[in-house]
């Protein structure tokens, strides 16, 4: 027998976890990385003193509109989820949340947080928010199932968020947030094909065209990702050659550069699990410790 306890128990966690499911929804973690591109970007483009009301705004905003498209993402994607094994029990293909929860949970949070952005930010930051959601949606997703090309179309949509928040600081968008923009999409193109090997089995099961998932030896994946990381090094040191960063940031983008082309090495020679594991942890390093010294060796203007 079920005690008086134990019922109001469940009455009382069950809105809890429907709650939690929609943050889920969100992927939190990834609308926590999209933040913290936004917030580089806006304290870069900072001339002075940052109004802490803005950057305040703009986060805001940039979270709803976020979280909104993320969760239209996992319900464009709920078939695909539910055929991969890391994916499976994420509240749609788990069956605790309906697809239709989702799309108008979705459209909702979307929807607010661009007019968020445009009314109480400027229209800049909202356009470009809204360009993001446009490509990420509408190009990246479908292409997913269709191409191996997806993974440099999706590096559009993630390269973008610090350019709202250069958007929201000057109204405007000059070189700098262009180079940041540069930095951003090259850094994805090696972390994603990271994951993708690591995952390149359950990829397969879903139907996801990534390279790792085409490319069965690998050769293909570490050339590229060798590559790639090799432009990023160049490309990195540029906030310094246009006299937006100082020799610090030079330094520490040179020492960055090399580790990670280190580790797109070190993989093309073994080829092994852990070297996979080690090129995913050296990138997940790279881009918060490159933005860090960015904002603390910034060039005032």
């Not at 609308?31 to 970007?41: C, Q, S």
């Not at 109004?51 to 940039?62: E, M, R």
């Not at 788990?94 to 108008?104: I, M, S, V």
């Not at 973008?160 to 180079?179: D, F, H, K, M, Y």
């Given at each position: 027998?079920?005690s008086?306890?134990?019922?109001?128990?469940?009455?009382?966690?069950?809105?809890?976890?429907?709650?939690?499911?929609?943050v889920?929804?969100?992927?939190?973690?990834?609308?926590?990385?999209v933040l913290?591109?936004?917030?580089a970007?806006?304290?870069?483009g900072v001339?002075?003193?940052?109004?802490y009301?803005?950057?305040?705004?703009?986060?805001?905003?940039?979270?709803?509109?976020?979280?909104g498209?993320?969760?239209?993402?996992?319900?464009l994607?709920?078939?695909?989820?539910?055929?991969?094994?890391?994916?499976?029990?994420r509240?749609?293909?788990?069956?605790?949340?309906?697809?239709?929860?989702?799309?108008?949970?979705?459209?909702?949070?979307?929807v607010?947080g661009?007019?968020?952005?445009?009314?109480?930010v400027?229209?800049?930051?909202g356009?470009v928010?809204?360009?993001i959601v446009?490509?990420?949606?509408?190009?990246?997703?479908?292409?997913?199932?269709?191409?191996?090309?997806?993974t440099?179309?999706?590096?559009?949509?993630?390269?973008?968020?610090?350019?709202?928040?250069?958007?929201?600081?000057?109204?405007?968008?000059?070189?700098?947030?262009?180079?940041?923009?540069?930095?951003?999409?090259?850094?994805?193109?090696?972390?994603?094909?990271?994951?993708a090997?690591?995952?390149?089995?359950?990829?397969?099961?879903?139907?996801?065209?990534?390279?790792?998932?085409?490319?069965?030896d690998d050769?293909?994946?570490?050339?590229?990702?060798v590559?790639?990381?090799?432009?990023?090094?160049?490309?990195?040191?540029?906030?310094?050659?246009?006299?937006?960063?100082?020799?610090?940031?030079f330094?520490?983008?040179?020492?960055?550069?090399?580790?990670?082309?280190?580790?797109?090495?070190?993989?093309?020679?073994?080829?092994?699990?852990?070297?996979?594991?080690?090129?995913?942890?050296a990138?997940?390093?790279?881009?918060?410790?490159?933005?860090?010294?960015?904002v603390?060796?910034?060039?005032?203007?």
């Amino acid at each position: 027998m079920i005690s008086t306890s134990e019922t109001l128990g469940a009455e009382f966690t069950r809105p809890c976890r429907r709650a939690a499911d929609f943050v889920l929804l969100m992927k939190p973690r990834i609308v926590m990385m999209v933040l913290l591109t936004t917030f580089a970007g806006f304290y870069l483009g900072v001339s002075g003193t940052p109004d802490y009301a803005v950057l305040l705004q703009v986060l805001t905003g940039t979270a709803l509109a976020a979280g909104g498209t993320l969760a239209l993402n996992q319900f464009l994607e709920r078939d695909i989820d539910a055929r991969m094994v890391r994916t499976r029990l994420r509240p749609l293909p788990a069956g605790r949340l309906q697809p239709t929860e989702a799309l108008l949970f979705g459209l909702l949070i979307l929807v607010t947080g661009l007019l968020y952005l445009a009314v109480s930010v400027n229209a800049l930051s909202g356009v470009v928010a809204a360009v993001i959601v446009g490509s990420y949606l509408f190009l990246y997703t479908p292409l997913k199932r269709r191409t191996a090309f997806c993974t440099v179309v999706g590096a559009v949509p993630g390269a973008l968020p610090p350019v709202i928040g250069w958007a929201a600081a000057t109204g405007r968008l000059g070189i700098e947030a262009w180079v940041l923009f540069a930095i951003m999409f090259l850094w994805q193109l090696p972390h994603t094909l990271a994951i993708a090997m690591l995952y390149k089995d359950d990829y397969k099961r879903a139907g996801i065209h990534l390279l790792p998932v085409i490319d069965p030896d690998d050769k293909l994946t570490g050339c590229q990702i060798v590559c790639d990381s090799l432009v990023l090094l160049v490309v990195s040191l540029l906030p310094t050659l246009i006299g937006f960063a100082g020799p610090v940031y030079f330094a520490g983008a040179l020492t960055l550069g090399i580790g990670l082309l280190g580790c797109g090495c070190a993989f093309i020679l073994w080829r092994s699990t852990t070297d996979v594991r080690r090129l995913v942890f050296a990138s997940l390093v790279y881009l918060p410790a490159l933005l860090l010294l960015m904002v603390l060796d910034r060039v005032p203007f």
